[in-house]
């Protein structure tokens, strides 16, 4: 890691870096608003706009905007992860703000500040993960018709978990974890070594579903296993038998490790706030504690 990476400020200090750039909130949003008429979203029709705020070693500044596009529903990128990676792509390691601006949720005549909801114009999963990993852990996430800031730990926090509660868990939940283990000492990583296994619970079913990762030459094609679970499953019983009826959701990891913000979103997609997430090695949490202010369409 660089030592430009390293660094980190500290909130008024981002704000004074800002306002000395012209890159007042306002402006900040004022930019991502713009930048979302450029939308390709012939899927969602839900157009995005993002401005993130990159800084080099002598705190010189640069804006770089995305918008959502959406070639086919399976490759779509969000504004958030284009403009970051556009930022990356120019060469700058590092980012202290991001902006992001949903103007159809905004367009109601009748909204008001209060009745902005925040899980509609909160970044998904995916982005959050990759905010969260670029953005400086005191950086700045504004959003368009919010008042507040956000920071990358709130949006996904990553909480300490407790152990001890894996010692709690029912017959039924030691098996589908046993499954989890197994289907992670099947998966196939051999240019990633990214790897995991998952299973799941679902009310009224006794089968438990598994599956775990297998690699693509191309890395961006390899097989996702929470998304396979969720496929077999609903091939299988159907939708209405899977959505809101998830009763856990079990991850093996080969080290301690967090489920990525992608995963998280499609189980807040899926799943209830209530829905138990088991992390073997790690504890026992909820999708809730997880993802604050899950995006939902």
Sequence with gaps: MSHEETISYKEKEIEELLNNSNLSYDNLKYLAR????????????????????????NKNLKTFSGTNVEPT??????????????????????????????????????????????????????????????????????????????????LLPNPILDQSKLRGLTIEEMDALDHAKRALNNAYTP?????????????????IFSACTVDSDSFGCSAEPLKAVFATCTAKIGVSNIKNKIKAIFFSFPFVKYPSGDLLQLISDYGKKETRIIIDNMGVTTIEELLPWAFKL
Excluded: M
């Design 73 to 154: 529903v399976h490759l779509t990128q969000c504004a958030e992860r284009v403009a970051i990676y556009n930022g990356i792509t120019a060469g700058f390691k590092k980012f202290i703000a991001i902006a992001i601006s949903v103007p159809k949720a905004l367009d109601s005549k009748n909204i008001n500040q209060a009745e902005i909801e925040t899980h509609k114009v909160t970044p998904c999963g995916a982005c959050r993960e990759v905010i969260h990993q670029k953005l400086d852990h005191k950086g700045i996430i504004l959003i368009d018709g919010i008042q507040r800031t956000f920071t990358p730990k709130e």
């Design 191 to 207: 240019f990633s070594n990214y790897k995991y296994g998952v299973s799941i619970l679902i009310e009224d079913q006794n089968e």
């Design 34 to 57: 713009e930048i979302s008429n450029n939308t390709w979203s012939p899927y969602s029709h839900f157009p995005v706009g993002a401005v993130v705020v990159g800084i080099d070693q």
